[in-house]
């Protein structure tokens, strides 16, 4: 019976999911698939049986970690320019928003064509963090949503480093590679606001 649930479980979730992929969208909304909450684990479980033997099963657990925190940077950018009365953080947390919700089109669509399933739900576990977060108000919330977003980058450069130069398919290796100097520029970017704060 065990077995049986192991094989029929990913079916589940890859019909659940593609029968969904459309549900709650509109047309300017670039983000991902509607939430149907798959988060990072299920997703990666999801994928470990589904992929059993293929290149593609070391790749899909960098591809997932990078769905889910991209989910994260629209989300708390997205909140941040309503809470935020700084013009700079603003300024910082738009372009978040609209660089990550490129980036997580574009990793939806080349996951769908490696079928390959990501999160469409951050983790309870972020979501505290992200409640907590926006507790704060005035230059306290600026100061801790920046460090936050620094953090967050500082994370993604290590794992899209290592995913372009270690991914097995040329096409997950590239596009790891490609957006890896973006996300350079985003730090860049959320330092230069940091230091303004000081």
Not at 152 to 179: C, M, S, Y
Request: proline content about 2%; charged content about 30%; some cysteine.
């Amino acid at each position: 019976m065990k077995n049986l649930i192991t094989l029929l479980l990913p079916l589940a979730l890859v019909g659940f999911f593609a029968c969904n992929s459309g549900a709650n969208r509109n047309a300017s909304d670039t983000t991902t698939a509607a939430d149907t909450g798959i988060t990072q684990d299920l997703a990666q479980d999801v994928n470990k049986d589904m992929l059993q033997g293929d290149s593609l099963r070391g790749d899909s657990k960098a591809m997932t970690e990078a769905a889910e925190d991209g989910l994260w940077e629209v989300k708390v950018s997205t909140d941040a320019q309503t809470k935020s009365t700084n013009a700079g953080v603003k300024a910082v947390a738009k372009h978040m928003q609209e660089a990550h919700e490129k980036a997580n089109k574009e990793l939806l669509d080349l996951a769908t064509k490696k079928n390959v399933i990501l999160p469409t739900a951050i983790t309870d576990a972020k979501a505290k963090d992200v409640s907590q977060l926006f507790e704060k108000s005035g230059t306290d919330f600026d100061k801790a949503f920046l460090e936050e977003l620094a953090d967050a980058h500082e994370r993604a450069i290590r794992l899209f480093d290592k995913t372009a130069a270690d991914a097995n398919d040329p096409e997950v290796k590239a596009w790891f590679g490609k957006t890896l100097p973006e996300l350079r520029k985003h730090l860049d970017m959320i330092k230069q606001e940091q230091a303004k704060l000081k």
